[in-house]
């Protein structure tokens, strides 16, 4: 049974111990602030607590970490601790220490990652729109979504993710009436671009011809009525979506299936009992006949209240009715303890208005935590709004495309000697894994700009610099089995130079990177670690030749810790949803 407790934490339970050796239990447990050092020869990590301490002790730092020291119990652990400066204690570890540390990683399938107290997680994402193609806002929600339903899940929680799919509301009404209007005879022969100009003309039919617009109304009237033909076409619509929003789901490599779907139309036979709870617990209130619930905080820019509408004064529901119907379903039915909302930033006030109705209605306890994981938009080069040239919004699909296409003319430059089909995959693996990480990368709730280049470069913070470290190792390993030598599976790594000794180290900090994205819901903090590993690995592949040592334990040594570089890569890539390759 391999133990899972990080490097970070073993230090930090030491300091703690010691400092409640040295100044009482009341200071157990202190945040003994252990960080990385800025510079490998301050040591490897550094205890930064004791300018706080001394503060509320009222004492001097330095006699605060030396006191700490007299009491610190670690001969196993560190080769050395110095008080730096005002009370900065430097930590040096020791080298057999870290080899058995990385001796466990490499027997540890969880590249170290302990599990946590499991919640039950649902989480929110994707959801797009029916009958429309799913543009780069749905692409984020999808691949940011997917990231933390990886993470969570390796976490050891119970994760349920949930496709909002938006297939209902008014639109339908219109959409429908279009096909009937011009195709009444066979019907809607769809797919998703004739969709696509379909809702276009549907929309202009419906802003121009008041007659149109009449029977787009009396069309949702039905719909919402069960009338056989209309429901029969809204189906089709459904489906016809489904399967092509399923499509990019694969090619995406993302973890969402038919069975995650619950879409906005699933939740219409609770709405009018929503309504009416809200209504009896005196939450909602009839307002210029419709009915609204008016929260605390929110208002607009002349300061009168913001409602939500929850039932409009021809009785039809709202958005807002449905995602509290999802609320609590989620809360109650699936027993959420921590629900999460991917949706961009633009809905954020939806989203907290949806919240403060929630607590206020006392569908949560307090220890459940609902989250916002808002993310900002994607920019074109010129810091607008991604857009094609003609101004149009750019579909996912045409995304996809283009990636390949640039990706493989990136690789028939390197004229591999491959098969066709496994060059195919590799273009496959590095585009859309560049699209991905290029996204992943940047801090959620940001904005960031799509360029191309930078997402395809192979040296910089990017999928394909990503993968060819792991390539790298790939290549090492088919190298030293042609020259006849076995690669060890298990033995016992041996750090000798301080650049491996860098390497180690990144490599234990895993699992702190995983718990710190499952806390801030943050993938970004992912795509970093992974970045410096590689970028540490390449210096490793310079510096310590790995094949060439005539001690087979010194070359054993380095070739284990390419295993478990290459582990960690493989690991981490897969909690952002991107696949490995084994040449390129
Ligand atoms: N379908 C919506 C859109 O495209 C996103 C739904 C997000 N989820 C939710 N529970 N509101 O904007």
């Known amino acids: 049974m391999v133990k899972h407790m990080s ?37 490897d990590f550094q205890a930064n607590f004791a300018m706080g301490l001394a503060k509320q002790l009222q004492l001097n730092p330095r006699e605060v970490a030396t006191r700490t020291l007299e009491k610190l119990q670690s001969e196993d652990l560190f080769s050395r601790v110095e008080i730096a400066g005002p009370g900065f204690i430097n930590v040096f570890l020791k080298a057999e220490f870290l080899n058995e540390q990385l001796d466990q990683l490499l027997a540890d399938p969880r590249g170290g ?80 671009a004739q969709l696509n100009s379909l809702y276009q003309a549907a929309k202009q039919h419906y802003d121009n011809d008041p007659d149109f617009a009449k029977r787009a109304r009396e069309r949702v009237v039905l719909l919402q009525g069960g009338d056989q033909e209309t429901v029969s076409i809204w189906k089709k619509l459904v489906t016809e979506s489904q399967q092509y929003f399923n499509q990019i789901y694969q090619r995406l490599h993302v973890l969402l ?4 779907i619950k879409s906005e139309s699933a939740y219409n036979p609770m709405l009018p009992g929503i309504v009416s709870e809200l209504l009896s617990s005196g939450l909602a209130t009839h307002s210029e006949g419709a009915i609204v619930v008016f929260l605390e905080g929110f208002k607009d820019k002349d300061e009168n209240p913001t409602p939500m509408i929850i039932q409009k004064s021809d009785g039809g529901h709202l958005y807002a009715t449905t995602d509290l119907a999802a609320a609590k379903y989620r809360l109650k039915t699936l027993k959420a303890t921590r629900l999460i909302y991917v949706i961009d930033s633009r809905q954020s006030q939806h989203m907290a208005m949806l919240f403060a109705a929630v607590h206020k209605q006392g569908w949560v306890n307090p220890s459940v935590q609902l989250e916002h994981a808002s993310f900002g938009s994607i920019l074109g080069p010129d810091r607008k709004p991604f857009k094609t040239r003609s101004g149009e ?8 495309d283009e990636a390949e296409q640039r990706a ?23 585009s859309t894994g560049a699209i991905k990480y290029s996204d992943l990368c940047s ?30 190792i790939q290549a090492i390993f088919r190298k030293a089995e042609a020259q006849g030598l076995s690669l060890p599976q298990t033995g016992s790594v041996q750090l000798k130079d301080a650049i491996e000794h860098q390497l180690g180290l990144k490599l234990l900090a895993f699992p702190d990177i995983v718990e710190l994205v499952a806390k801030e819901l943050a993938p970004h903090h992912l795509c970093h670690y992974l970045c410096e590993l590689a970028t540490c690995f390449h210096s490793f592949y310079e510096h310590c030749p790995i094949l060439k040592p005539e001690a087979h334990l010194e070359r054993d040594s380095r070739l ?3 295993s478990i570089t290459a582990k960690i890569l493989q690991q981490g890539l897969d909690l952002l949803g991107i696949q490995t390759i084994d040449r390129m």
């Open 408 to 430: 493989a003319a990136i690789l028939s430059e390197k004229k591999t000697d491959l098969p066709t089909e496994l060059q195919k995959s590799i273009v496959h693996t590095i």
């Open 257 to 260: 299936t038919d069975a995650d």
């Open 7 to 43: 490097l970070k934490l073993r230090i930090i339970q030491r300091f703690q111990a010691a400092i409640a050796r040295a100044f009482g239990e009341e200071f157990m447990p202190i945040d003994p602030v252990i960080k990385p050092t800025p510079r490998a020869d301050l040591g």
């Open 113 to 192: 990652v302990g599990r946590q107290e499991p919640q039950t997680v649902v989480i929110d994402y994707g959801s797009p729109n029916v009958a429309k193609e799913m543009h780069v806002g749905h692409l984020r929600s999808t691949i940011i979504g997917d990231s933390i339903a990886r993470v969570l899940t390796l976490l050891g929680h119970e994760v349920i993710r949930q496709n909002h799919l938006g297939d209902w509301g008014t639109q339908f009404g219109m959409l429908i009436q279009e096909i009937l209007d011009t195709n009444a005879s066979q019907k809607p022969a769809t797919n998703m």
């Open 443 to 472: 801090e959620r709730v940001k904005d960031y700009i799509f360029d191309w280049d930078r997402m395809l470069s192979f040296d910089g913070n990017s999928a394909p610099y990503l993968l060819n470290a792991y390539v790298r």
């Open 393 to 400: 919004t750019i579909k996912l699909v045409d995304l996809l």
């Open 560 to 562: 284990l810790l390419c």
